[in-house]
């Protein structure tokens, strides 16, 4: 019985066929904003406008009900299923695709679209999903202007670190899906995981990406074609040990 633990990071490049952009892409996101307008604390103070409405628009389109979990997200799900053993996803994303695809082990490093945080209390709204205005009241304190996006923005602590950086030690897989692999700390994730555990690498991307060196074994194409074709692999190798 193969009861190995299996850590999966993923990048925005898990979503892209899903119709939600990346970030570092034609046509991504940070082409059309700069990081420093709308994703920093900084930001936030100087123009709340501008950030809310940057996370406000990108909430809506992933609640329009024209976005849905992909081949990648589905073949993930399976293997949580599947495992003997458990399987932990990371995800840098902050839509629901992996929740949406039956997957249950998910942590958000840089937290979620769909939740709202106090700037008063820390206290962390979910599901949120409305967009949050500077009219928008909070339920703690019932003041307007204190709900935040529940994001790590750059400059900020990503949450669940120490878990985190635990079961990268603890696994026999370490997985990366759809990442450029520019975004410390997420991006120390691969090193720390061949520093500090025995786990065998693998980086699953359209292209290699700035890690790709790193990587004992890569697969390079379209997430809904290499993840699920990984996965079988995997859990074909799990039935016969
Ligand atoms: C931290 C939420 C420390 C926002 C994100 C100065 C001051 C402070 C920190 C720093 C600094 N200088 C540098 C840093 C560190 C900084 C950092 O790494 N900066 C980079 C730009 C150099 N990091 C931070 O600030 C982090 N915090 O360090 O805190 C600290 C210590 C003590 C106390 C306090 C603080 C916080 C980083 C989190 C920032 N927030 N997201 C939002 O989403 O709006 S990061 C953002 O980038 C997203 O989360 C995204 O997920 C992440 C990484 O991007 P990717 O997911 O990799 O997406 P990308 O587009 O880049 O690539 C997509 C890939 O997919 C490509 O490779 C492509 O080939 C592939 N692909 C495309 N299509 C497909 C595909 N693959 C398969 N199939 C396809 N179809």
Excluded at 29 to 38: A, F, K, M, R, T
Excluded at 89 to 94: C, D, K, L, S, W
Aim: with cysteine; proline share 5%; hydrophobic share 40%.
């Amino acid at each position: 019985m193969n009861s190995s633990s299996i850590v999966v990071l993923t990048g925005a490049g898990v979503s892209a066929e899903s119709g939600i952009e990346t970030f570092r892409g034609p046509k991504g996101l940070w082409e059309g904003h700069s990081i420093d307008e709308v994703a920093t604390p900084e930001a936030f103070l100087k123009n709340p406008k501008k950030v809310q409405t940057f996370y406000n628009e990108r909430r809506k389109k992933l609640l329009m009900g024209s976005v849905f979990p992909n081949k990648a997200h589905l073949a993930l799900a399976k293997l949580e299923a599947k495992w003997p053993g458990t399987v932990l996803i990371v995800t840098q994303n902050v839509d629901n695709l992996h929740e949406l695809a039956g997957s249950k082990n998910v942590l958000h490093i840089h937290g979620s679209l769909l939740e709202a945080r106090c700037t008063q209390t820390d206290k962390v709204y979910f599901p949120w999903k409305e967009a949050i205005l500077k009219t928008t009241k909070c339920a703690c304190c019932d003041l307007a202007g204190t709900l935040r996006p529940n994001i790590v923005w750059f400059g900020e602590m990503p949450f669940e670190l120490p878990r985190i950086f635990e079961a990268i030690e603890q696994s026999s897989w370490f997985i990366s899906i759809g990442t450029s692999g520019q975004v410390y700390p997420a991006a120390g994730f691969v090193e720390h995981a061949r520093l500090h555990s025995k786990a065998t690498t693998v980086e699953l991307n359209l292209e290699p990406s700035m890690l790709s060196h790193l990587f004992a074994d890569k697969h390079y194409g379209p997430a809904t074609e290499t993840v699920p074709d990984y996965i079988e692999g995997l859990l074909l190798e799990s039935t016969s040990m």
